[in-house]
């Protein structure tokens, strides 16, 4: 996957994290799923980042036809990892720091996704080779470490397993320099 092919991802997960990684991900042009297991999660979610796109643009950070965008046609809302994977190119995984909820969950992204999505990670603990074994493409599965709050923060970590392939650690460090983030890589 290169990031010139990136035209929708799915973020798994709508809370604190996931939201604000949905929102600079619409920001910068990218439409979104964003999935989480109940639709409240999901509708809280989307309220956030629409709170947070007022904000900014009554702060004259973004434009006015930006947040248009996004509220008319960028982002859509799921509970369901299947349908919200079904179509895409990129998949951040934004679930608890548990094992217990990662593995089952990248097990999930990965049967749902398209064969050529890459799939990231949002920890700052946990190995990328051992939740990339929750898949049938380790080398398409980095980590992905943003710091809260998202939108605000400039720090983005890239990890990479002991399968992940170049082109995969290309497309996510070019993926974080698109956003305008500040990047570390974590080899």
């Known amino acids: 996957m290169k990031l010139e092919e990136l035209k929708k991802m799915a973020?798994?997960?709508?809370g604190d994290m996931g939201?604000?990684?949905?929102?600079?991900?619409?920001?910068?042009?990218?439409?979104?799923?964003?999935?989480?297991?109940k639709q409240e999660f999901v509708d809280r979610g989307i309220s956030r980042?629409?709170?947070?796109?007022?904000?900014?643009q009554e702060k004259g950070k973004i434009s006015a036809d930006l947040v248009a965008a996004i509220k008319n046609n960028m982002l859509t809302g799921y509970?369901?990892?299947?349908?919200?994977?079904?179509?895409?190119?990129f998949v951040m995984?934004?679930?608890?720091?548990?094992?217990?909820?990662?593995?089952p969950t990248l097990a999930a992204i990965d049967a749902a996704a398209p064969e050529r999505a890459v799939i990231g990670s949002n920890t700052s603990t946990m190995s990328i080779t051992k939740l990339a074994t929750a898949t049938k493409r380790p080398d398409k599965v980095f980590g992905?470490?943003?710091?809260?709050?998202?939108?605000?923060?400039?720090?983005?970590?890239v990890i990479r397993g002991d399968k992940t392939s170049d082109e995969t650690i290309q497309f996510?460090?070019?993926y974080v320099k698109k956003l305008g983030k500040t990047l570390v890589y974590a080899k």
């Open 11 to 14: 973020v798994i997960g709508a």
């Open 19 to 37: 939201h604000g990684i949905a929102q600079v991900a619409l920001m910068a042009g990218y439409k979104v799923n964003l999935c989480d297991i």
């Open 49 to 56: 980042i629409y709170a947070s796109l007022d904000k900014l």
């Open 79 to 89: 509970t369901s990892i299947g349908e919200a994977c079904a179509d895409v190119d």
């Open 93 to 103: 995984e934004v679930v608890p720091e548990r094992m217990d909820i990662k593995l």
């Open 144 to 157: 992905m470490h943003y710091f809260n709050p998202v939108v605000l923060m400039r720090l983005v970590e």
């Open 172 to 174: 996510a460090l070019d």
